[in-house]
């Protein structure tokens, strides 16, 4: 098994990935394998509504730069969990266009794979970060994984978050329940309890 991390600061190794190196330390601590992949400091260009990744032949997002790289490497991961620098109260602007086009173009295909938030704050708006992020898992069929507190970890100087004893607690916590939420969904479907059946989504417009 393998859970895939992202990172979505620019800053290499920030606090946003102090925070998820330590949640990736204690997921291959329990014997699944963790990948930390950095978005980088490249422009990320924005949905731009096209509907190419709609197309029949169409593998993905037609615009290839490191949403396509981190999407074939979901295709061959079990657990996904996404990490974001606090700005304005919000995700960052390049992880939010990342996960816009990450989510649009996979057409469903991260469905019931475990995933997860991470937010790291100077001080304030890693809340609605964190409930920012949260939203793509829900409307993508994959189940949110918990910790024991919000994911979410204070630092301004790179590293200091690793001063956040509170925070890197979570993050353990969270490695851990990701885990554990993986090796359910293996066992469930050894013995036979199989992924909920698919049903064609259904469009509705409330202006008539």
Known sequence: MKVLLINGSPNKEGNTYTALAEVG?????????????QIGTEP???CVGCGGCMRKEAKGCVYE?????????MASSDGLIIGTPVHYAAAGGAITSFA??????????YAYKPAAAVAVARRGGAVPAFDQLNKYFGISNMPIVPSSYWNIAFGQRAGQAGEDLEGMHTMR????NMVW????????VQNGVGLPEKEAKVFYSYIR
Do not use: H, N, P, T
């Open 181 to 188: 939420m993986l090796r359910c969904i293996e066992a469930g």
């Open 25 to 37: 330390k204690e997921i291959e601590k329990q014997g699944v394998e963790a990948e930390i992949v």
């Open 173 to 176: 916590v969270l490695g851990r």
């Open 44 to 46: 990320i260009r924005g």
């Open 100 to 109: 816009d086009r990450f989510f649009y173009s996979a057409r469903g295909a």
């Open 65 to 73: 730069d490191v949403v396509s790289v981190a999407a074939e490497k």
